[in-house]
Nanobody, 115 residues
Framework: QVRFVESGGGLVQPGGSLRLSCAAS????????MSWYRQAPGKEREWVAT????????NYADSVKGRFTISRDNAKNMMFLRMDSLKPEDTAVYYC????????WGQGTQVTVSS
């Protein structure tokens, strides 16, 4: 079955960096554009970034543009999100899924930006 497993979150000070990982299984990973999403406490889940099937195209929400970098490794069915210059407002649970989400959401990985 379709499965997404996110990891790499943690507690970091403002201005710090983290690298999130997403392990996907149960479908042909290389056939789909993939995205990162996040959900802050009391807010709706929101889109963060998307990467094309081959990794040749990327798009970012304005709030993270220039600070986050999305990448993927189709040979390993994995996707990554490098987050630099983190801000307190980046605090959220981060999830991965396809550009058109399907299957069950993973458990997510908590990112907390605080001094």
């Amino acid at each position: 079955q379709v499965r997404f497993v996110e990891s790499g979150g943690g507690l970091v000070q403002p201005g710090g960096s983290l690298r999130l990982s997403c392990a996907a299984s149960g479908f042909t990973f290389s056939s789909l554009a993939m995205s990162w999403y996040r959900q802050a406490p009391g807010k709706e889940r929101e889109w963060v970034a998307t990467i094309g099937r081959t990794g040749g195209s990327t798009n970012y929400a304005d709030s993270v543009k220039g600070r986050f970098t999305i990448s993927r490794d189709n040979a390993k069915n994995m996707m990554f999100l490098r987050m630099d210059s983190l801000k307190p407002e980046d605090t959220a649970v981060y999830y991965c899924n396809a550009i058109a989400p399907f299957g069950s959401w993973g458990q997510g990985t908590q990112v907390t930006v605080s001094s």
